[in-house]
């Protein structure tokens, strides 16, 4: 079973910069498209990136040329670089599995804010 853990959230000023990480259990998650999602005080959760096995991204219009999803050489740990933020990036942010969704973790709050 894929656990999942989320960290490196915390408080910027709009314009900043913060790396979160996942660090997921279980060989599977290597072997899947995995991304990471976002969910505002009073929004649905939502897909910002996502990264196949080899490496391929895709990224939501409104993160597009700001974000950077990777993930390491062996697969089980994947990071969001997030650069330029703005307040409406405020959210808890977490990572997943996208074809077979493991159970979700706590997430890490991301707050944009003066």
């Known amino acids: 079973q894929v656990q999942l853990v989320e960290s490196g959230g915390g408080l910027v000023q709009p314009g900043g910069s913060l790396r979160l990480s996942c660090a997921a259990s279980?060989?599977?998650?290597?072997?899947?498209?995995m991304g990471w999602y976002r969910q505002a005080p009073g929004k649905q959760r939502e897909l910002v990136a996502s990264?196949?096995?080899?490496?391929?991204?895709n990224y939501a219009d409104s993160v597009k040329g700001r974000f950077t999803i990777s993930r390491d050489s062996a697969g089980n740990t994947a990071y969001l670089q997030m650069n330029s933020l703005k307040v409406e990036n405020t959210a808890v942010y977490y990572c997943?599995?996208?074809?077979?969704?493991?159970?979700w973790g706590k997430g890490t709050l991301v707050t944009a804010s003066t």
């Open positions: 997943n599995m996208i074809n077979i969704p493991a159970q």
């Open positions: 279980g060989s599977i998650f290597s072997l899947n498209n």
């Open positions: 990264i196949t096995p080899l490496r391929s991204t």
